[in-house]
């Protein structure tokens, strides 16, 4: 076995394995410093965190040596378990600030939804390598198997997991070769249904989100708070930043939820523009590399697969990036590898073993050869 993982270590991607590390590492500094160092709950937060990023660590390297064609044929089945957890979640989940996210089982709790990105990409992978979404019917069939998981999280409600579910879905049609006139249209359609959304599908919290993204202003002490200390702190980081452990508005309490859906902020605050050139690059670096594979690779279900999980991680940089400076609203969704929480890393490294096994089988010559 031992043997085994060595092999696969020397014929992956170990770009991709290094940025993914360093990202996660530099989430546990960025957690200490949001949670208030040793003063605050810091040292127990960036502790837990960094045993999930062990944990993690190895789950992508226990991913990678299963294999992505192994996890393809059972995908089916990851599928359906992860709709009963979708449903139970909605069912039975404690509500925790109105929502239902959480289950919990022998003291362990995890977020199902988090989990279901990666079955979503690989039912959908199977079933668009077999059924490729050409015709209306293969495409509403398609939209068909994403519509469970989304109606689900909905009901939790979980409106931000909805969105990037919708994404991963886009990302992978497109790759399958859905023309551009059936997305087009799905998109029109989502559009021209905003307001009957509005009306009887959002919760009033969320359509206060939807208002304050316009205007921050309008409630400034209220459901605008969080946007506009957001970014007072990025515009405060400057150039250079005020270094770490030096932020104010994380230190002072003014800024909320700073070590998970804010953790931008309070790294954009201490690290600066230049910090955040170097943040986003090696974000670029790693979708690149992630794209990279799949554009390499010949079987058609790594390149939908690749694309699932490019478009998961880009849409959730690019909405927790802008809801921190105010170009998106805000959803609550982690900004992966630096937010605190267990559930999103360990998934999120099991995507990239996912990745990591399609560069070994499909795209390292060494290992084709």
Not at 197 to 224: E, H
Not at 326 to 348: M, N, Q, R
Request: with cysteine; proline share 4%.
């Amino acid at each position: 076995m031992l043997a085994s993982l060595k092999e696969d270590l020397s014929l992956t991607d170990r770009v991709m394995m290094l940025c993914a590390f360093m990202l996660g590492l530099w989430g546990v500094f960025c957690i200490y410093s949001a949670a208030g160092g040793v003063t605050g709950r810091g040292f127990d937060y960036a502790l837990r965190q960094a045993a999930w990023l062990f944990v993690s660590f190895a789950a992508m390297l226990i991913t990678m040596m299963i294999g992505h064609r192994k996890l393809l044929e059972g995908a089916y089945y990851l599928f359906y378990l992860t709709l009963i957890l979708l449903l139970l979640t909605a069912l039975l989940a404690p509500k925790v600030k109105g929502a239902q996210s959480w289950l919990g089982f022998g003291g362990i709790r995890f977020q199902p939804s988090e989990f279901a990105k990666i079955a979503i990409i690989l039912a959908m992978s199977k079933f668009f390598s077999r059924y490729p979404p050409l015709d209306i019917k293969t495409f509403f069939a398609g939209l068909g198997v994403i519509a469970l998981p989304v109606l689900l999280v909905l009901l939790q409600p979980d409106a931000g997991s909805a969105l990037v579910y919708l994404v991963i879905s886009f990302g992978m049609l497109l790759t399958a070769g859905t023309p551009l006139k059936y997305l087009g249209s799905i998109i029109g359609l989502g559009l021209a249904s905003l307001p009957v959304l509005i009306m009887f599908v959002l919760k009033d919290y969320q359509i206060n989100r939807l208002l304050v993204f316009l205007d921050p202003m309008r409630d400034p002490l209220g459901s605008g708070y969080n946007v506009i200390q957001s970014r007072i702190a990025v515009g405060s980081g400057g150039f250079a930043g005020k270094g770490f452990m030096l932020g104010t508005q994380s230190k002072l309490k003014f800024l909320p939820e700073p070590h998970t859906d804010f953790i931008f902020s309070v790294f954009s605050e201490e690290f600066g523009f230049i910090g955040n050139l170097i943040l986003i690059a090696l974000f670029a670096l790693l979708l690149f590399r992630i794209i990279l594979t799949g554009l390499k690779c010949r079987d058609r279900r790594c390149k939908i697969l690749t694309s699932g999980v490019a478009s998961w991680l880009w849409f959730q940089m690019f909405e927790s990036i802008g809801m921190s400076i105010g170009l998106t609203p805000v959803t609550g969704l982690p900004l992966p590898f630096l937010s605190y929480g267990g559930s999103s890393l360990l998934a999120t490294f099991i995507a990239l073993g996912l990745v990591a096994s399609v560069y070994i089988e499909e795209v390292n010559t060494k290992r084709r050869f």
